[in-house]
């Protein structure tokens, strides 16, 4: 075919000639180079065509002579169409995709793309007026040590310009590629099966472990089935990381969502410390029946002190803390007492809304102190499901461990850790990390005095308002009101100081913030009608990485004066609470070191005669 306007191309000889370029880490391939419009027949010295000559290629490797591909092109062919993918060879694993059917360049449907050497709808024609390829390399996966390389150019030395391209083998330098893959699923994302109903017993039968379509009262069984014990034993091994932790009648039984639902014959794990929130169905005839309602069921048991044993723990009970539906609590005295629910006026009194266990243990793996805190209350008759919440903590004995709210910055929402001015160097804190630094909670009732016991903690970065209102009659006295609803704004203990750091540690005096005020004391007695706790803190530490830092904490508390009360009526005054936290962090400045001072002594005669 003649080009319009150009010159016939010259004769198709049906003989490549084979050129080897030698690159540092690269191995030659069998595949190129190869044009599209015609291969030129090599020439001796003295000028003749030396159709009948050949070229002895140098001794290639096992991949190298594997990755061949088909001769060149016709110039009568229509189209192009890509080498031939070479097959694999060798112990390293087979590349997933094909470089010589990647084209990332090829964006038109059915288009040629300017300058796309790979573009597969390209023609000789179009190769002719590219001035470069756009994409003139593309690799295989780069984690292999060996892998495919389709490299292509556009040759200007003859006319026309014809599309060069070249398959080889690459050398990954790195230390840290794939020499060998046991596991081929794992290149490449696999499409999981969709369960039907024709293969769902045999995924089931492929995937399931006996636990996770199973009872509670299943795992139960295959737990003590997996641990036998021989009667009278008295093994001395010891509690590891995850074993079911072993009790007189079987296992401890730490409650656990399923489905929403409590699963309470769940078994517990030696350290693995948990919060379960689950809902449990209860109704009023079964309310002294069900054992789940009953603190019993979470009480009368022993634990043993190491598996397989016939030494126990007691049980203790540390708490016993009694809720109002009101949602208002107060802790008994006596925590030796048996409450067992019953059914009063349409309610189920003494019912076990919260279960918290606390075992102590050794260093050789030994449980030594078993405590329970328990919270009961009363649920109404229209109640259909019974929420209930249940933890478990360890804690190794000689220890008073302190939970941390972050290392070392703070971490959005977790409590910000404060304490108390101590008479020696440090700070003293509070156990539960739930309780240093608090605010009024919100209740139903919107009564400030009996909400007085209902707090929630300070969570870092989270805003918080609640509020509650006052009920003023006439006989109300402001000496005796104000300290009262401030008592309630500020609860029970409210520390002196706040750590800086998520992880400051309590006798790092220096690493606490201590709280301020912005109060004024009026002329007058006025009642606090709002208390705002607002949390500066910034960025600190590298850029890459920024940790939050508390750089002050300051409550401001409003007054107003007591409202007038005509007689015999009364007015409401609403009283609110918040936290607020303001970033003060600083862009960062780019820093730049001092400008060079030339340290040069001339000598004294320097400018002799001169001076």
Not at 4 to 14: E, Q, T
Request: hydrophobic share 40%.
């Amino acid at each position: 075919m003649r080009r319009p306007g150009g010159p016939a191309p010259p004769l198709l000889l049906r003989r490549s000639v084979l050129f080897l370029l030698l690159l540092p880490g690269v191995f030659p391939s069998t595949a190129g180079p190869t044009s599209e419009a015609s291969s030129k027949p090599a020439t001796s010295a003295g000028g003749s065509t030396a159709a009948g000559s050949t070229t002895e290629p140098p001794p290639l490797s096992p991949l190298s002579q594997a990755m061949s591909t088909a001769g060149p092109v016709e110039a009568s062919s229509p189209r192009l169409t890509s080498p031939q993918t070479p097959f694999h060879v060798g112990p390293w694993p087979a590349p997933v995709t094909k470089v010589t059917e990647l084209c990332v360049c090829d964006l038109l449907e059915n288009q040629c793309d300017v300058n796309c050497c790979c573009d597969p709808v390209c023609t000789a024609a179009d190769f002719s007026v590219f001035t470069a390829c756009s994409v003139p390399v593309i690799t295989g996966d780069g984690h292999f040590c060996r892998q495919p390389e389709a490299l292509y150019s556009i040759d200007q030395s003859v006319q026309p310009p014809e599309r060069m391209f070249r398959l080889v083998e690459k050398v990954n330098p790195s230390v840290f590629c794939l020499q060998t893959s046991n596991y081929k699923a794992g290149l490449s994302f696999q499409a999981p099966e969709i369960p039907t109903l024709q293969n769902f017993d045999r995924l089931l039968q492929e995937f399931d472990r006996g636990s996770s379509f199973a009872t509670g009262k299943d795992l139960v069984l295959e737990a003590e089935s997996e641990t036998p014990r021989e009667a009278g034993a008295n093994d001395t091994r010891r509690y590891k990381f995850k074993d079911l932790i072993q009790t007189t009648d079987g296992f401890l039984r730490l409650p656990a969502s399923l489905l929403s639902r409590c699963a309470h014959d769940n078994p517990a794990g030696f350290l693995m410390t948990q919060a379960e929130k689950c809902n449990t169905a209860i109704k009023m005839d079964e309310c002294s029946t069900l054992p789940e309602l009953s603190m019993l069921f979470y009480t009368n048991f022993s634990i043993l002190a190491v598996p397989n044993s016939s030494q126990t723990v007691n049980l203790t009970i540390q708490s016993i803390t009694i809720q109002t539906p009101e949602g208002l609590r107060t802790r008994l005295a006596n925590a030796d007492v048996v409450l067992l629910p019953a059914l009063n006026n349409q309610s189920c009194s003494n019912v076990v809304l919260e279960a918290s266990y606390l075992l102590t243990f050794t260093e050789a793996g030994e449980i030594v102190e078993a405590t329970i805190s328990l919270v009961l209350g009363t649920v109404h008759s229209s109640a259909v499901f019974l929420q209930q919440v249940f933890a478990i903590r360890f804690i190794q004995q000689a220890t008073r461990p302190v939970p941390f709210s972050g290392s070392p910055g703070y971490l959005v929402g977790l409590p910000i850790r404060a304490g108390f001015r101590s008479t020696g160097s440090g700070v003293i804190q509070s156990l539960n990390e739930g309780s240093q630094l608090t605010m009024m909670k919100s209740t139903t009732s919107q009564d400030c005095f009996q909400a007085e016991g209902s707090r929630t903690p300070v969570l870092f970065g989270y805003n918080m308002v609640s509020g509650c209102k006052v009920r003023i009659t006439e006989s109300a006295e402001c000496t005796l009101l104000a300290p009262e609803i401030l008592r309630v704004l500020k609860g029970q203990n409210f520390p002196d100081y706040v750590a800086s750091f998520g992880d400051s540690l309590p006798q790092n005096r220096l690493d606490w913030v201590e709280i301020s005020y912005n109060a004024t004391k009026p002329a007058i007695c006025e009642i606090p009608v709002s208390l705002e706790v607002e949390v500066k803190w910034t960025k600190y530490g590298s850029l890459v990485n920024p940790q939050a830092k508390i750089e002050s904490l300051t409550v401001i508390i409003t007054t107003a004066a007591l409202p007038k009360v005509n007689s015999g009526s009364e007015t409401i005054v609403q009283i609110l609470s918040s936290v607020s936290f303001v970033d003060i962090s600083v862009p960062a400045q780019p820093g730049y070191k001092a400008w060079p001072t030339i340290e040069a002594h001339l000598p004294f005669d320097f400018f002799f005669p001169f001076v």
